[in-house]
């Protein structure tokens, strides 16, 4: 009795230290508030908006170590809850509880790392506001538009599927053009989206891996990339995985039409899903001739074809760290195995490190190229030296 009291005390001392590391990600994220936005004009928080932005802006190495910090933390927390889950000292109400607050507390935040949030209001903007089609007429076309003094990219087009668009464009209307309750309407979206991924995680691992759910889920829901690319810079990516997990899901129910078309709705908005089609086919085919479904297999073949789709997005444009949201959901399943846990694990990490060049900087400009190609070198060999030289023999983390 005494030795479950002290399990349970420390499992709420972890989960406390977590949040209390989210909470100061949510501080944080306001250091970044672009200087050409000014959030509120209330007389209250307008110095405190002023007092962030000079720490982002004008003292980057306090910036810099300051994430340094807090995204130590946020490993620390995420293997200590992954090793209390691995001992089964974590229970699933205390983990929920985790998930809820931390979504929540960082609605709220700033979208730190990206802009790619405001392009996404203007892109439903274009359509609510100036009855235009996105897909003909990019942020530029309205240089009279306020929130062109705080965004990027606003010389490209519309470049995602028409599901993001009918996805979006209710919301863009519901925000009555006011920036403040639109933009935290688009977060709601991420957010929901981010907590309905972890749901359908868990689902299928307590159908298919029951002894291992728990982890699986932890794996994805609190990596640190994951909680900054979703709940923080609030991609779009989150939202099409969404829909991919519902659609494996669906398709494991074997419900194949309804799977294939809410596959075809993770498709219409960012494309990438698409690399899913044959093994969805293949799992298909196998249920039509009343074969066994190795869905191990299949999971490290999702994760294989999402890398796929990484590396083809990446060569078209740069890796970006977001893009790992594609590997991470399917790579959970399976990451008790030392070949996904480590990779999936350290090229996680290895993106979030991308941002402290950026911040202790302010540009993109070399020699930072040439320190992110060394990163994701260095990851690749870290990783491949642990899979071949692992220190047991066990299989399993």
Do not use: C
Not at 305 to 325: D, G, H, K, N
């Amino acid at each position: 009795m005494a030795k479950l009291k002290t399990i349970v005390q420390s499992s709420k001392l972890i989960a406390t230290g977590y949040i209390f590391t989210i909470i100061l990600l949510f501080f944080y994220s306001f250091t970044q508030v672009d200087l050409g936005l000014t959030l509120t004009r209330h007389p209250v928080f307008l110095p405190y908006q002023k007092f962030f932005q000079y720490i982002g802006y004008f003292n980057r190495p306090l910036s810099t170590y300051l994430f340094v910090v807090i995204f130590f933390f946020l490993l620390v927390f995420y293997f200590l809850i992954l090793r209390f889950t691995y001992q089964k000292k974590v229970m699933s109400s205390l983990f929920w509880k985790i998930i809820l607050l931390t979504s929540a507390i960082l609605l709220f935040s700033y979208n730190a790392f990206s802009y790619d949030l405001f392009n996404y209001i203007f892109d439903a903007k274009i359509i609510t506001y100036y009855g235009q089609n996105p897909y003909q007429h990019k942020a530029l076309d309205y240089p009279q538009d306020p929130m062109l003094s705080f965004m990027h990219w606003t010389h490209r087009l519309y470049p995602y599927g028409p599901i993001w668009l009918l996805i979006t464009v209710p919301f863009s209307y519901i925000g009555l053009q006011f920036f403040l309750p639109t933009f935290l309407l688009f977060k709601l979206l991420i957010i929901g989206s981010f907590i309905g991924t972890v749901h359908y995680i868990e689902k299928i691992s307590q159908k298919l891996f029951p002894s291992d759910s728990m982890f699986n889920t932890i794996f994805f829901a609190l990596n640190p990339l994951v909680i900054i690319e979703s709940l923080v810079s609030a991609h779009n990516d989150i939202v099409m995985m969404f829909f991919a997990m519902m659609a494996t899901y669906l398709l494991i129910e074997k419900k194949y039409a309804l799977s294939f078309l809410v596959l075809l709705l993770s498709v219409g908005i960012k494309f990438s899903t698409l690399f899913l089609v044959p093994i969805f086919l293949y799992v298909l085919i196998l249920n039509y001739k009343k074969k066994s479904v190795d869905w191990e297999r299949i999971f490290l073949l999702e994760s294989i074809v999402m890398i796929i789709a990484v590396i083809f997005s990446s060569a078209r444009t740069e890796l970006q760290p977001w893009y790992f949201l594609w590997v991470v959901p399917f790579a959970a399943f399976i990451s008790r195995k030392k070949l996904l846990f480590i990779p999936t694990s350290i090229f996680s990490f290895i993106l979030l490190a991308y941002y402290v060049p950026f911040l202790y900087s302010g540009n993109w400009d070399p020699p930072i190229p040439s320190i992110k190609n060394w990163l994701l070198i260095f990851g690749m060999l870290f990783s491949g030296y642990l899979i071949i030289f692992p220190r047991t023999k066990k299989e399993k983390v």
